[in-house]
């Protein structure tokens, strides 16, 4: 059906980077938008970002001016440059695709912000 496969995360140290990819495949090609969330131990998975079909853009306020979303759409990626990484950035990320009225999500990829 829809596959997301991502790669990327890792252990970086406080003022780090990281760059999150993440490839779609299968019955893809109603795609509305893909987007990053993140659910770090203890809280509610939350969205990261997000990228539109039409190239729109959104953030959660505390990523905003360190992380960019974007996108190739002639490979199906979605990529997540993360900079400025903080140890509150420390989550297990989770790459979404909406697809009509469905969700689909990857397997998730760990980040972890520590020094």
């Known amino acids: 059906q829809v596959q997301l496969v991502e790669s990327g995360g890792g252990l970086v140290q406080p003022g780090g980077s990281l760059r999150l990819s993440c490839v779609a495949s299968g019955s893809i090609f109603r795609l509305i938008a893909m987007g990053w969330y993140r659910q770090a131990p203890g809280k509610q998975r939350e969205l990261v970002a997000a990228?539109?079909?039409?190239?729109?853009?959104n953030y959660t306020d505390s990523v905003k001016g360190r992380f960019t979303i974007s996108r190739d759409n002639a490979k199906n990626t979605v990529y997540l440059q993360m900079n400025s990484l903080k140890p509150e950035d420390t989550a297990v990320y989770y790459c979404?695709?909406?697809?009509?009225?469905?969700?689909?999500w990857g397997q998730g990829t760990q980040v972890t912000v520590s020094s």
């Open positions: 990228i539109r079909k039409g190239g729109s853009t």
């Open positions: 979404n695709a909406r697809i009509m009225s469905s969700d689909y």
